[in-house]
């Protein structure tokens, strides 16, 4: 019975696992007693399970139960009680309780070094796993500490090759990323992926999983077609193997389904975010993390389609759900409350968006600490609110504090450090300090350039943002040599149809505007709007946008017809989806200007707070016996939403 329900674990038959799982506790509880080490093992395992079945609070008392018999028998310091130390430790990072994870894999390491030495693996696991913990505190060079000691012991001991050898190559590249050192990450990946095909060869679950690994870094340094190649790989691979309804063929195509969103293939995006929803829903419950992560995620690409009420009711169940399972301090609830004060901000309820940011800034800060990394983000979220409400000093104040605690914490060239920059020179725009926010941008843009090179994302949306400054600084011709430049990066790095790249064709017409290059600024224009309104439809906020500038440009060239046509349609559209009281923030309806300015901010905001830690952050899976395995939880958001690392 106990090895079907393993085998129904590795299937990802969860709920079977747990029903057999329950059956077992009972017969050994009842034929062997509550303290027989067989007993205890079962207990063990139904909680692993239940964390699979994201039932944390089950498995906490559970493990509980399990290192207080334990302790009682063996002693505190034998190896099996510390090996129970180490499962409770991982359940309360589960549980958002990572002060409690820290305190228990102290004692666990200090005890395994003690007892078994510096070079035994139980030593080496209890040394990674408190460096995940320091992760998830924001204590990243600790963690980076930590991980080189063991992948050195690792190496010394068990070779390069050794499957343990590799996962702590995996982790410490995992760390790399959350430092910004992404060629070092890619790097390291490269190796791994390398040596487990070379071991296990290309269908197995281990190289599957580094193929994963390598396309989440690839997102990060902008290779967005690399990334989508290895996905589509490990989708398929894992569909012939394991099935469609397997847990982890089911994150593979949430994975395919955020590189989607940054290739602007959001129709596809969204097609795929309803099928994992709908198949994790009717595995495992709508109530499960993984569940509630779906609905974040679905609700992310909703906001890129400009699906804002979707959005909203999807992320208000979100809140509720994790309000409710996690409670209301749990970093998911916590992620769940910004990202629905986001599409608040989208939708105009500034109050109600500055009322949730305040609260997840009070609580971060309040768990945290001031210099943690959550912490830091919400702050910069506040900071975008208050642009919005045109509380101009208030964000400057967060936005300088934001900077100068990256500077210090992450250092001057991590890619944190440099949007904070670029976030704080948008400010400045808006305080009409063009001379600060021009200095800074090309502070950005020469970063930028350096780390990731001419053609990253980051790089161009960082030219994009100088033009912009440039134009109000009535630099028109510098402003229009770098859009001609943007234009022609996305259109060859993402195709000619990429919401990016009409933003791109957009700027540019606003420039050739400012120059009097009417006729040029027309032509983009209508470009522009045929290419909205056929990618992203007619009620798109963006089409919208379009159609208002365009007949900025009919009026301005004596088009008055045509320019009332449109206008009339600009109404009519802004009035069915946000009501007839409701003043959107781009105003193309009356100032082609005033457009062009949210437009820009919005564009410096491409790349935003919450598109940090929270955002690109990763769901693995949970340990299925001891503490062997990596495991970090879920962060949610709707810029890049959720992937999902393997180990």
Known sequence: MRNLAETYRYLGKYKEAVKLEIQVLDTRNKILGVEHPHTITAMRNLAATYQYLGKYKEAEMLHIQVLDVRNRIFGVEHPITINAMGNL?????YLGKYREAEKLQIQVGDASLRILGVEHPHTMTAMRNLAETYRYLGR???AEKLEIQVLDTRNK???????????????LAETYRYLGKYKEAEKLEIQVLSGRNRIFGLEHQDTIMAMGNLAVTSQYMGKYKEAEKLEIQVLDTRNKILGVEHPHTIKAMGNLAKTYQYLGKYTEAEKLEIQVLDARNRILGIEHPDTINAMANLASTYYKLGKYKEAEKLEIQVLDATNRILGVEHPHTITAMGDLAETYRYLGKYKEAEKLEIQVLEVRNRIFGVEHQDTIIAMGNLAATYQYMGKYKEAEELEIQVLDTRNKILGVEHPHTITAMGNLAATYEYLGKYNDAEKLEIQVLNARNRNFGVEHQDTVIAMGNLAVTYRYMGKYTEAEKLEIQVLDARNRILGVEHPDTIDAMSNLASTYYKLGKNREAEKLKIQVLDMSNRILGVEHPHTITAMGNLAETYRYIGKYTEAEKLEIQVLDVRNRIFGGGYSHKI????????????QVLEAKSIIPEEDTLDSILAVLNPSPLEVLPNTTMNHWNKVCGQLDFFF
């Open 89 to 93: 430790a991982v359940t309360y990072r």
């Open 140 to 142: 990243y060079k600790e």
């Open 157 to 171: 001991i068990l070779g390069v090759e050794h499957p343990h050898t590799i996962t702590a190559m995996v982790n």
């Open 587 to 598: 105003k193309t309806m009356s100032n082609a200007e005033d457009a062009q300015k949210t």
